[in-house]
């Protein structure tokens, strides 16, 4: 999703790449927490997505969520 859809360099997919180094702003992360709802279930608010501050922490977060 962070590739295709929000157009993240696949060479900046770093386990501890921060969302912001991954090129992620505000209105990205909101686009974030959508899709993770539509696609996978999982509710997370933009607040939760930065304090999980990087790839690893949200992949960990979206695991530990996922209801689908």
């Not at 974030?32 to 999982?42: C, D, P, Q, T």
């Not at 509710?43 to 695991?63: K, N, W, Y």
């Amino acid at each position: 999703m962070l590739v295709r859809e929000l157009r993240v360099d696949p060479g900046a997919m770093d386990p501890g790449a921060t969302l912001e180094a991954l090129g992620l702003d505000s209105l990205s992360v909101v686009e974030l927490s959508v899709m993770l709802s539509e696609h996978l279930g999982v509710r997370v608010t933009e607040d939760q997505i930065h304090d999980v501050r990087t790839l690893a922490g949200l992949s960990r977060f979206v695991l530990s969520h996922r209801t689908r």
